[in-house]
């Protein structure tokens, strides 16, 4: 049975009134919008209550319950963005599917109105998502992942050294007699934390002679930035002008001696020396994941001046850049669900298929990650692939109704 809406709208109504159009786009529209929310808050919902479950398993009395909720609270705005684009397509599907079952797709196709209308009508509400998934990442996430990493750390400490971080090696060099510079060794140094007032966290360094062996191991709870001091301006690299220092405090080095027969450890202070601002320290030390999009173009600008790359970085950089192409060619998939192969079939199998695509399109993001890491092939193309392969499926399949 038709309903009100389609009782209401006839072909020569739209074909006499074009303003008619405007309240059937708008009518559309807002089915459209009502149903991605749905979808997304839904998503997002049972996504939290799995991850209240999983921290079940993981109170004790250090990490409690309260902490427990505030480390999911903080880690829910990842949740959301991460929800966004598959929410997207099952949100179109629900809400072009809604219609479908009521007629109103045939009534609007019978009126004259066409196929890249209506998917022009259902883009525009996902432009909303796209603006908020692009907001989450730039302002939200790097404050919400840190806060909820301080959580997990401190409540779930491991005795494995973590991989995250920033770690190098250094050359040192002494002072000869006659005032050259000779080798001595070298530095293998870890940084733990940094922000971008100049605060560092835990740092670990270990002294090695010429020969590799271990001479002295340096642990300090954190440290300062004290300022910078001039090297050589006239130099290209900024890397090579200035010299950036902290005080580090708590420190306590550990001495070895020739043929690691003994050992002493004293309390000391000391000072830490970098060729990067506390700025770029910052940016070194935070995963990918944990960057807003100028912090990777950041990242990745300066690891350019310093002849490196990050292919880890470079990839997240274009995965949240191109995140708005991914919720857009997601929709069009949606769209082609509705008017495509699957008009026939019931509103159920629709978001069956819907989630089903979702989770592969979401897989194969990561899979194509995980090639450019592998084989160094470019970030951007891989990232683009997957993008470009879904928008193209679903225009293909909406074209074959045309």
Not at 3 to 16: G, M
Not at 212 to 230: K, S
Not at 284 to 308: C, I, P, V, W
Not at 324 to 342: E, H, K, R
């Amino acid at each position: 049975m038709r309903s009100l809406f389609a009782k209401s709208v006839s072909t020569d109504q739209l074909a006499k009134k074009p303003g008619s159009l405007k309240v059937l786009g708008r009518y559309v529209k807002l089915n459209a919008l009502l149903a991605i929310i749905a979808a997304v808050m839904g998503l997002w919902a049972l996504q939290l209550v799995f991850s209240y479950l999983s921290e079940l398993d993981s109170l004790d009395d250090s990490y409690t319950m309260g902490e427990a909720l505030k480390y999911i609270f903080y880690r829910s705005p990842y949740f959301l963005e991460q929800f966004i684009p598959t929410g997207a397509l099952l949100g179109a599907v629900i809400g072009l599917g809604l219609l479908a079952n009521k007629s109103e797709l045939v009534v609007m196709r019978a009126a004259g109105v066409s196929i890249y209308r209506i998917v022009g009508w259902v883009l525009q509400p996902a432009l909303i998502f796209v603006l908020l998934a692009l907001a989450i990442n730039q302002f939200v996430l790097p404050h919400s992942n840190q806060l909820a990493k301080q959580i997990n750390d401190e409540d779930n400490i491991s005795l494995v050294t973590s991989v995250r971080g920033y770690w190098t090696i250094q050359p040192r060099f002494d002072s000869a007699e006659d005032g050259s510079a000779i080798p001595d060794g070298s530095d293998i140094l870890y940084i733990d934390y940094a922000d971008v007032e100049g605060n560092i966290g835990e740092v670990k360094r270990w002294h090695l002679d010429n020969n590799g062996n271990l001479q002295t191991a340096v642990h300090a709870e954190g440290g300062n930035y004290t300022g910078r001091e001039p090297i050589d301006l006239s130099s290209d690299k900024p890397s090579e002008q200035y010299r950036y220092e902290w005080q580090l405090n708590d420190m306590v080095k550990l001495s070895i001696n020739q043929g690691f027969e003994s050992s002493q450890a004293v309390s000391a202070s000391d000072t830490l020396s970098l060729p990067f601002a506390p700025e770029s320290v910052y940016l070194l030390t935070r995963k990918a994941e944990d960057l807003s999009l100028t912090q990777l173009y950041e990242h990745r600008t300066f690891m350019r001046q310093q002849g490196n790359r990050s292919l880890e970085h470079e990839v997240a950089f274009w995965q949240k850049l191109l995140s708005p192409l991914s919720i857009l060619s997601l929709v069009i998939v949606a769209c082609s669900f509705v008017f495509g192969s699957l008009r026939t079939h019931s509103l159920g199998l629709r978001i069956v298929v819907a989630l089903l695509f979702g989770l592969l399109f979401s897989y194969i993001q990561d899979l194509v990650g995980f090639v450019s890491l592998a084989t160094g092939f470019s970030p951007m193309l891989m990232v683009l692939l997957p993008i470009i392969g879904s928008a193209a499926l679903g225009g293909y399949l909406i074209k074959r109704q045309m």
